[in-house]
């Protein structure tokens, strides 16, 4: 079966950082378009990274560029959502994604709807 399981999410003050782990199995991560999202109460999920791991590009909102970073060890079949700086605002649960079928260049996935595989969801809490 085909499982994303996100890690370290929790709870940290304002300007502390922050490593979120997206563990895949069933399916080679590195192959595929990568996504990550959050979702703040009473707001709609959002995109805030999107990276294709074949070709090392990938697309930041505005709203964590240059606070936020993506990595990736193939060996062990994860990503990573590096996070500092962290906000009040940036509290939230967070998702990552993958789309395994064809459509949309990988970095101008924005939706939900371009993604076909979901982890649970980590809490992020900034204070």
């Known amino acids: 079966d085909v499982q994303l399981v996100e890690s370290g999410g929790g709870s940290v003050q304002a300007g502390r950082p922050l490593r979120l782990s997206c563990a895949a199995s069933?399916?080679?991560?590195?192959?595929?378009?990568i996504g990550w999202f959050r979702q703040a109460p009473g707001k709609e999920r959002e995109v805030i990274m999107v990276i294709d791991t074949g070709d090392g590009r990938t697309y930041d909102a505005d709203s964590v560029k240059g606070r936020f970073t993506f990595s990736q060890r193939n060996a062990e079949n994860t990503v990573y959502l590096q996070m500092s700086g962290l906000q009040p605002e940036d509290t939230a649960v967070y998702y990552c994604?993958?789309?395994?079928?064809?459509?949309?260049?990988?970095?101008?996935?924005?939706?939900?709807?371009?993604?076909?595989?979901w982890g649970q969801g980590t809490q992020v809490t900034v204070s």
């Open positions: 994604a993958a789309a395994t079928f064809g459509g949309s260049y990988c970095v101008w996935r924005r939706t939900p709807a371009d993604f076909n595989y």
């Open positions: 069933g399916f080679t991560i590195s192959r595929y378009c």
